[in-house]
């Protein structure tokens, strides 16, 4: 019995050591940011860019503007270089701090291309095995850590039953942290064309042992191109940086009880970031323009070619060539490479010049020139078929003859 009463104590401690330490949430004077992943540990990676580095660059900007329009709030980060941080770390220096909010700035990733949008997750129960498997991803960065078995009360990010283990927890801080998510993602869609995936509940460990009001926030998928690509423009982490930011203001503003307007999105990104995107756009379009002009004048030079070089004229044979090399560019006729070939044809494919040398009627024929040529040091030669200026395959050209023998 004793025993017993002893086990219910330290149980009731356990589940009550969180409200405790609930003390300072009538003001909001630090902020810890945390950038996911770091170092040797990449996070989810994109086509051409790593989680860890958009995390980072995200988090910086947003240090940056609440130093410029929140002043009287402190700015401590987990990282601001490419290092890796033990995630028990990161938890430990919010509270270690006495941080009055923890902000954890990730990346999703999914199998699925087109998946795309931003979360903002709170710690707890995952109710979808898709919430499941990303807190999973994330918590994996645990595994190298010395003593995480320790650190994580025995947790194995592993276990089929990782998310169980959780089901004695108990938030202290859930209606603020939901409070902080909610913000979080209505001012992403506010500020940014991101599908808002909605405020969530997962176990992740940056959040599980972190004794102030944390969020994760997921800003996009490195695994959608056209997310990427947004996440990897400076416009596009100011409009994620900035709505973070607006986020922090009003929740300050609410437990603080304070009257401020908060600030406009034009006024948090810098001017010359928009200027710079508005240029790169105008640049693109002009890019992809004089490649349409190119193109055009392309073909129009190839329907030219299509006029000049059929010597033959159309004529139903079928004509078995040799494929010397090819070139970007039209070449003249007394270019070295052409020198003592018999009668030498060009084609237009692909949007590159293909000269063919020979002119023959049956495919061994072209076949023993080739051999001779490859002897003459044309390695890459190989019997190219015709019919009608058309590059045609050796299985048509059978079915033409046989129909021209008829
Ligand atoms: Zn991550």
Redesign the pocket.
């Known amino acids: 019995m004793k025993k017993l009463s002893i086990l219910l104590l330290v149980l009731l401690g356990v589940l009550t050591y969180g409200f405790a330490q609930e003390t300072n949430s009538s003001r909001l004077s630090k902020v810890v940011i945390d950038p ?2 770091g170092g040797d540990k990449p ?2 990676k994109g086509r051409k860019s790593l ?2 580095d958009i ?1 980072l660059s995200v988090s910086l900007k947003l240090g940056e503007l609440i130093k410029n329009h929140l002043p009287d709030v402190k700015v401590v980060y987990t990282r601001t270089k490419d290092v890796d941080v033990d995630l028990i770390k990161r938890s430990q220096l919010a509270n270690k701090e006495k941080a009055d909010i923890f902000i954890s700035i ?4 999914a199998k699925n291309p087109y998946a795309n949008g931003t979360e903002t997750f709170v710690m707890g129960l995952a109710k979808t095995q898709a919430n499941i498997e990303a807190a999973k ?2 918590n994996a ?1 645990i595994l190298t850590e010395a003593n995480y078995a320790e650190n994580y009360d025995g947790f194995d990010p592993n276990s089929p039953e990782s998310n169980i283990f959780f089901a004695l927890y108990q938030n202290a801080y859930l209606e603020q942290s939901l409070s902080l998510a909610d913000k979080i993602q209505k001012h992403f869609t506010s500020n940014t064309k991101l599908f808002d995936r909605g405020v969530k509940q997962a176990p992740y460990l940056v959040l599980y042992k972190t004794s102030v009001p944390a969020v994760l926030t ?1 800003i996009g998928f490195i695994s959608n191109e056209k997310e990427e690509k947004y996440l990897n423009t400076e416009k596009g982490q100011y409009e994620i940086a900035a709505s973070i930011f607006q986020a922090i203001y009003s929740y300050k503003n609410k437990i603080e009880g304070r009257r401020m307007d908060t600030p406009h999105i034009a006024d948090l990104i810098p001017h010359k970031v928009i200027k710079d995107e508005e240029e790169k756009i105008r640049m693109e379009k002009e890019k992809e323009k004089r490649k349409r002009e190119e193109e055009e004048k392309l073909k129009a030079e190839q329907e030219k070619t299509k006029d000049t070089t059929s010597v033959e004229g159309e004529t139903n044979e079928v004509i078995y060539r040799v494929q010397i090399f090819v070139d970007k560019n039209k070449i003249s006729s007394n270019d070295s490479r052409l020198k003592g070939l018999d009668d030498v044809w060009m084609y237009f494919d692909n949007k590159i010049w293909k000269y063919t040398s020979g002119n023959f009627k049956s495919f061994s024929q072209a076949n023993e020139y080739r051999n001779k040529l490859k002897g003459k040091g044309y390695k890459d030669a190989f019997v190219v078929i015709f019919y009608k200026n058309e590059r045609i395959t050796l299985d048509k050209a059978k079915e033409i003859e046989q129909n021209n023998n008829k």
């Open positions: 996911g992943h996070g989810a989680e860890k995390n990730h990346c999703n990733a991803k994330e960065d997921e």
